[in-house]
């Protein structure tokens, strides 16, 4: 499968602890992004890469949150001293730009976070 | 904040019957997608459609786009039980950007 994955798929975790997940995208996308999703809401941008550069993290919820994409290819976002608030499911996407693709995003299956 | 507002918000059809639900929005677009959900799942993209374009097909999928309304709908026709999930539609204000979701409408489809 050459789809976008993301590790884990679920994380239990207490209130205060740091937490780190993992996106794989589709080898050949440049763009790779990063999505919260709250119940019965639709998925809310939190920052974009293109290659290793992040060009927007305005959104990024707070300082608690960071991401990373060193090498141009996986990412990881990771949320330091969780509070109950950042349960969430956080879903990772990746396109190409230019082409014929014209940004379609194709998603992975997310992962989804319990803060305790 | 979410730019796209689906309506309705809930959708309850008989197998075998069209569905169809709309999307408003705000702002100028690049372009408009459908996306799927199932429960819990991550999404799968339906189709894409350019903010020069007014109609799109994609097998019982027909998407619609009208910019001067800031309105979209996606109608699936012969629904069957797997088609129950949560559409939602995002706007792409500047290709390759971020993609703006509206908050969903969950179809149930009933054998």
Redesign the interface.
Known sequence: DTGVSQDPRHKITKRGQNVTFRCDPISEHNRLYWYRQTLGQGPEFLTYFQNEAQLEKSRLLSDRFSAERPKGSFSTLEIQRTEQGDSAMYLCASSSLGGSSYNEQFFGPGTRLTVL | S?Q?EEDPQALSIQEGENATMNCSYKTSI??L?W?RQNS??????LI?I?SNEREKHSGRLRVTLDTSKKSSSLLITASRAADTASY?C?T?AA??????????TRVLVKP
């Open positions: 979410q796209g690049n372009n997608q996306y819990g799942r991550g999404l799968v993209h894409l350019r939602f995002a792409d290709a390759g950007n971020k993609l703006t979701f509206g908050g969903g």
